[in-house]
């Protein structure tokens, strides 16, 4: 079981944050907040967040921003912005790496995952095709 | 943009009436949700008169933003209604820890302004900023929040440090989650 600090971080090395299986939990449309500006949005192009979990109590999050264009049936997603989560990752020592360098590292996970043909189902289902 | 801060009778003459118009008009009118109203007020049990608001006017005096801050030493809406968005950890309980909630930056009289973007305009950002100063001069050393999850941009925006407590709860399909704010550090994207 991974520990869950008062602070609200799962503190873990990358290694074991490797080794843990994420779900997918919901993915949306922007409704709250645009993803990106205005002035950089284009037309075809929806914005949208997705959540993932793993399996296990506590639990680890991590949600992030995608970009899709519209337009084409066979564009998945990409991944836009920075990911967020409740994981704070630490070094070899067991010492806190930082926010930001978490924040690149969750970039890497995040981007090797197969993610954007679930998020893509997950959408074309909830809004319908 | 005009900005004010206190308990209810810190605010001046009819301002926390509006205010509690203003949140009925958008969390209810606006955006449906299911909360305790009376005569186009919306108003809960953690509306006290030791509740701190933060409180956005326009120029002609129209509330066109709001805030509410609470001690996690005293009841509040995450540790009363949501303890399950802290991941099993027990809700804080210290004057060093405060709660922000019912917040909202909608300026009704701007046609460009919506429920939807309320997140993004600099009204938002400035807004959060004043929230958060106000939480600090009160003791606050760190905030927490239940928000929906579109909070976080305009966390990152405002150049806040902040991170998740626990993963979202999907509320009528909307995901909505508990996020720890830092008061003394910024993280600037």
Known sequence: ?129 | MNFSSGVTEELSAGLFKKVSNYRYKLFVTTLGWQLKTQNDMELDQFDRPDTVYVVAQDENGQVNGCARLLPTNRPYLLGEVFPQLLNGLPPPNTPDVWELSRFAAMDFNNQTSSALGQFSSPLAIQLLQESVTCASEHGAKRLITVSPIGVERLLRRAGFQAHRAGPPMIVDGHPIFACWIETNTSLKI
């Open chain 1, 1 to 129: 079981m991974l520990p869950v600090s008062i602070d609200g971080y799962i503190r873990l090395s990358f290694a074991k944050l490797q080794a843990v299986s994420l779900v997918h939990l919901i993915s949306g449309l922007d409704e709250n907040s645009p993803a990106v500006t205005p002035s950089a949005a284009i037309a075809t192009e929806i914005t949208g967040y997705t959540e993932w979990v793993n399996t296990s109590i506590p639990t680890i999050t991590i949600g992030w921003d995608w970009q899709m264009n519209a337009a084409h049936n066979h564009i998945l997603p990409r991944r836009i912005n920075e990911p967020r989560s409740n994981i704070m990752l630490i070094d070899s020592t067991g010492r806190d790496i930082g926010p930001m360098k978490t924040m690149i590292m969750l970039e890497a996970l995040i981007d090797e995952l197969d993610w954007p043909i679930v998020v893509r189902n997950h959408i074309d289902i909830r809004y319908g095709k």
